[in-house]
């Protein structure tokens, strides 16, 4: 930076923007201030500075020494009322949709691009049909066809008892029954209809800066878009995608519903009742053809702001529930003499469901290292293969939670037979072999927990010496205060492992996943009894392991259950499952509609407007601080600014994850060619981070072309080793928090503001005065 850049002091206005991380924080801890305003925003997400800063512009000379703070505060975006407790049903949704956003960087392969969006879909779309799928076999299965047909089970549940096949009521006709449990998938996916539109409503809608001061958009025939994705346009407004998914979606949840009580007819009519049966499946199969299209034809559309819906929107849904009526009435027709026995062909729909997710994660895997570079950042997490791995998992957690309430619900029902015993009412073969995996899976996870373990414990001791050398106390060192740093600092280093866990659990989930689905089609029993006349060991574990799993999925939908109801109810559970989302969402919907929103989709707007509406007012210069996750949303928010506002804007991070997490894991947004760019773009940046930070780190964009490299030196980080008159007490491990406690936070945003050109007269006010109500407070 030019040594003649005039010092603070003199260059004018200038605002502090802060954004604060995840897990959320108030304005009053944010500006450390008693009272604090709301200058603009709502009670959602809002800026708000101190009381007495409110007419900040319009007294200068009261802010020479610094600028203005102000504090943005999103945790209300993820951690709101008690409704987000119901986002815990989304998860596997949260973590499909981001695998769409981890594939490799291509410039110049648009086909590979495009066909790793369509396969990341398409698994999406499996997900929403498990869900379905499970919820059919608990009411449809289970309870209307199995227990409502088998009087032991009936008298055991009163509440079927108008349902039950042996009191002879109205309702206790087989069709009839299962036309009544429809009610129970079709009001689950009009839930997640519902939970989807009233979150695109609220996020979606935000629309980004337009018209002047805005960086205009290029037109629809340009044949590039040189600008990084981040940085289009249209990128933080999914409307559009989100409204065809959505649809898409919802129609294929209707539609399941509708195939699971055509089939379960299907078996045994004739005559005009077979025919009709037969003319719905092949209307659904053709409905379902439209959703296969309608998920297949279109991605986002990033360049422009895409202000279309389309009519698929509203016919689709409509089209697909009409049909799921119709259905209901066929499988409700009278048929005398009719009786429900067995159970209804649920292996065959969850063998299907489970062999396509694996099929297309394998595709994706293809695709993925098609789209891979020879010379890309060996940092990228599983070399490119991090969206399959992610993806995988998603469908694993789907699974498990299919299963888990299938098999609770069959041993809540069933009172004759222990838990998974295949017997009496009985879930899905599959499910139970799919169960029976989930303790191989934990122990095969043992192997690289005891490694990461003692890792961690040989780095603690290898950088013992290099704490005290660092703080000057080899001479005098205090072997407990250097066990502490040099722990916090080993400990700090497990984040970088992730990968490598996600690599095996995802791999492992394949293969047994693929041993499960091979093992129940090849016995067609539970594994407890398929190994019947194995050698005693092998027969036990796998007795052992078909019990302990059951057992597993039972306690885990227990405690699934259990921690959403507390969710409900207590704010600080609720902030605690904000701060899952805060890193899920902070992508758009891109895969899956009924993923939990995305609130950058609201915050990047926000902060965009915020800085582009007050320097253009003001003629100031600005620097925006983000924090952990809102360093996340200040390099996004920054990307958004036309070039003049990023003259006049300095970005300060700190704590950041912006390469460690999203630079490894999200190489084609964040890798180290955008973050590169970024620092091209911004004049002035800076990043502050410490060893013992777990989440935080350095950015790595060295310097280049005159301007400095962004990290600088990592902080110290107690500030101090022992006592000195300084700090006559020990001084804490901060890790991951109260960077601003560190003198060096003042020195570098001192230096950023050093580096901004001096503010100009506003362009409003030929006079150069500024004018009242800057700061952006409504009057009145």
């Known amino acids: 930076m030019s040594p003649a850049t005039p010092a603070p002091q003199s260059a004018g206005a200038a605002l502090e923007l802060l954004v604060h991380g995840v897990g959320g924080a108030t304005p009053q801890s944010m500006l450390d201030a008693p009272s604090t305003v709301r200058v603009t925003g709502d009670a959602t997400a809002a800026v708000h500075r101190r009381t007495e800063d409110v007419d900040a512009e ?192 919802t129609a294929a949840g209707f539609l399941t519903v509708a195939a699971a009580l055509a089939s379960a007819t299907a078996r045994h009519d004739t005559g005009v009742l077979a025919v009709l049966g037969l003319g719905l499946l092949t209307a659904a199969a053709g409905l379902g053809l439209v959703v296969l299209w309608v998920v297949c034809r279109r991605g986002r559309s990033e360049r422009r702001v895409d202000l279309r819906v389309g009519r698929v929107v509203a016919v689709l849904p409509a089209t697909s529930l009409a049909l799921l009526a119709a259905t209901v009435v066929h499988t409700a027709w009278s048929r005398p003499g009719r009786v429900s026995s067995g159970t209804l062909p649920g292996d065959a729909a969850f063998g299907t469901l489970t062999l396509a997710q694996g099929v297309l994660v394998l595709a994706l895997g293809v695709v993925a290292l098609l789209l891979g570079r020879a010379d890309a950042d060996p940092r990228t997490a599983l070399r490119g293969l991090g969206g399959p791995a992610v993806a995988m998992l998603a469908c694993a957690l789907a699974g498990v939670m299919s299963g888990g309430v299938a098999q609770w619900v069959a041993d809540w029902l069933d009172t004759a037979d222990g838990p998974g015993a295949g017997a009496g009412i009985a879930p899905p073969v599959l499910l139970s072999w799919q169960a029976s995996v989930i303790p191989v899976l934990l122990l095969l996870l043992l192997v690289p927990a005891a490694l990461l373990v003692v890792r961690t414990l040989l780095a603690a001791r290898r950088l013992g010496p290099v704490v005290e050398a660092e703080y000057g106390a080899a001479d005098a060192p205090d072997p407990v205060r250097t066990a502490q740093i040099a722990s916090g600092r080993a400990r700090a280093g497990l984040t970088d492992s992730a990968p490598v866990l996600v690599g095996v659990v995802s791999g492992a989930t394949l293969l047994l996943g693929a041993a499960a689905v091979a093992g129940a089609w090849a016995s067609g029993n539970v594994p407890g009894r398929a190994f019947d006349g194995a050698h005693p060991a092998v027969a036990s574990a796998a007795s052992a392991a078909q019990a302990l799993g059951s057992w597993l999925v039972g306690v885990g939908f227990l405690l699934f259950v259990t921690w959403g109801r507390r969710a409900y109810k207590d704010a600080s559970a609720r902030r605690t499952i904000g701060i899952l989302w805060d890193v899920g969402t902070f992508w758009p919907r891109a895969a899956h509609p009924f993923a939990p929103p995305c609130y950058a989709e609201r915050a990047v707007p926000d902060l965009t407007w915020r800085m582009s509406s007050w320097t253009r007012t003001t003629g100031g210069r600005l620097v925006i601080s983000g924090h952990s996750q809102g360093s996340v949303l200040a390099a996004a928010a920054v990307w958004q600014l036309p070039p003049a506002t ?135």
């Open 58 to 249: 319009d007294h200068p000379e009261r802010y020479a020494a610094g600028p203005v703070p102000e504090a943005y505060c999103w945790s209300h975006l993820t951690s709101g009322d008690g409704a987000r407790a119901l986002w815990l049903l989304l998860l596997p949704f949260m973590v499909a949709n981001l695998a769409h956003w981890m594939r490799p960087p291509a410039p110049g392969r648009p086909v590979l691009v495009r066909l790793y969006g369509v396969l990341v879909r398409l698994v999406a779309l499996t997900l929403t049909v498990l869900l379905t799928a499970a919820a059919c076999e608990v009411a449809l299965d289970l309870t209307a066809w199995q227990c409502a047909g088998t009087a032991a089970c009936a008298e055991g549940s009163p509440w079927l008892g108008f349902l039950a096949a042996d009191r002879g009521g109205w309702w206790s006709a087989p069709g009839r029954r299962l036309a009544l449990a429809a009610l129970v998938p079709t009001a689950l996916v009009g839930l997640l209809w519902y939970l989807s539109t009233r979150t695109w409503s609220a996020y979606e809608a935000q629309r980004p800066p337009t018209g002047a001061g805005a960086s205009a958009a290029p037109a629809a025939t340009a044949p590039a878009d040189p600008r990084p994705a981040l940085g289009r346009p249209g990128f933080w407004y999914g409307r559009r995608l989100v409204a065809r998914l959505r649809a898409a979606h």
């Open 646 to 780: 990023r003259g006049r804007v300095a970005l300060l991070t700190y704590g950041s994850p912006l390469e460690r997490l999203y630079g490894r894991w999200f190489p084609a947004y964040f890798g180290p060619d955008a973050l590169r760019a970024l620092h091209r773009t911004v004049d002035c940046w800076s990043n502050l981070y410490r060893a013992t930070d777990p989440i935080g780190g350095p950015v790595r964009v060295p310097a280049e072309d005159g301007r400095p490299d962004v990290d600088g030196a990592v902080l110290l980080d107690p500030v101090a080793y022992g006592r000195t008159h300084e700090h006559p007490l020990p001084e804490p491990l901060l890790g991951h928090s109260d960077y601003q406690a560190d003198p060096e936070f003042a020195r570098r945003r001192a230096t950023l503001l050093d580096g901004l050109l001096p503010a100009v007269p506003s362009p409003r006010d030929p006079d150069g005065r500024e004018r009242q109500g800057s700061s952006g407070r409504s009057s009145g």
